[in-house]
T-cell receptor, first 114, second 113 residues
Framework: EAGVTQSPTHLIKTRGQQATLRCSPI?????VYWYQQALGLGLQFLLW???????NRGNFPPRFSGRQFPNYSSELNVNALELEDSALYLC?????????????FGPGTRLLVL | GESVGLHLPTLSVQEGDNSIINCAYS??????FIWYKQESGKGPQFIID?????DKRQGQRVTVLLNKTVKHLSLQIAATQPGDSAVYFC????????????FGTGTKLQVIP
């Protein structure tokens, strides 16, 4: 069974541009989480989507947004890119069964803002 | 792949020795903890978890210890192998699901053959 996949693996943008990152969850998983991992910092929770709806967002400005499609894949959009947005963006999917939930992470998209 | 280990504390261990990686967590309300392993160029991989009603949990070659009094978590790896080289970080979860999470910055484990 395929794991969580993310594309692209690397993305280079300039300040002020927009970036779109994509995530495909494990088949059958309905929840998708997005995290930012800046160099030297721990993962920071960005967004949580479940069943097509945004359920919660972390402490990030509104220029970080996203959506979840009917097939449960997800997009993360970052508008008006700033240099400090350079980071590894990780997507994780999960499925709740009998009260238990386990997350599975994708390999990430490395975003570099110049 | 990219290095996720820059600017992180590093633990160097001889192959075959035991490794102990520590983590201090911040929220006394956190009731669930996970240790992750992250190899260069890859996403975090679940290693072992523990709930706050336990103080020790063992897996295959790994043991997690939880000390709620001092809000401290440790990961012990027995007979460390070269394949264990990676960044290890802990995650603490407050009640409410995976979005109520705080991740540690991680420790880079280097296994010396």
């Amino acid at each position: 069974e395929a794991g969580v996949t993310q594309s692209p693996t690397h993305l280079i943008k300039t300040r002020g541009q927009q970036a779109t990152l994509r995530c495909s969850p494990i088949s059958g998983h309905t929840s998708v989480y997005w995290y930012q991992q800046a160099l030297g910092l721990g993962l920071q929770f960005l967004l949580w989507y479940d069943e097509g709806e945004e359920r919660n967002r972390g402490n990030f400005p509104p220029r970080f947004s996203g959506r979840q499609f009917p097939n449960y894949s997800s997009e993360l959009n970052v508008n008006a890119l700033e240099l400090e947005d350079s980071a590894l963006y990780l997507c994780a999917s999960s499925f709740r069964l009998a009260g238990e939930e386990t997350q599975y992470f994708g390999p990430g998209t490395r975003l570099l803002v110049l | 792949g990219e290095s996720v280990g820059l600017h992180l504390p590093t633990l160097s261990v001889q192959e075959g020795d035991n490794s102990i990686i520590n983590c201090a967590y911040s929220n006394s309300a956190s009731d669930y903890f996970i240790w992750y392993k992250q190899e260069s160029g890859k996403g975090p991989q679940f290693i072992i978890d523990i709930r706050s009603n336990m103080d020790k949990r063992q897996g295959q070659r790994v043991t997690v210890l939880l000390n709620k009094t001092v809000k401290h978590l440790s990961l012990q790896i027995a007979a460390t192998q070269p394949g264990d080289s990676a960044v290890y970080f802990c995650a603490e979860y407050a009640p409410g699901g995976y979005q109520k999470v705080t991740f540690g910055t991680g420790t880079k484990l280097q296994v010396i053959p």
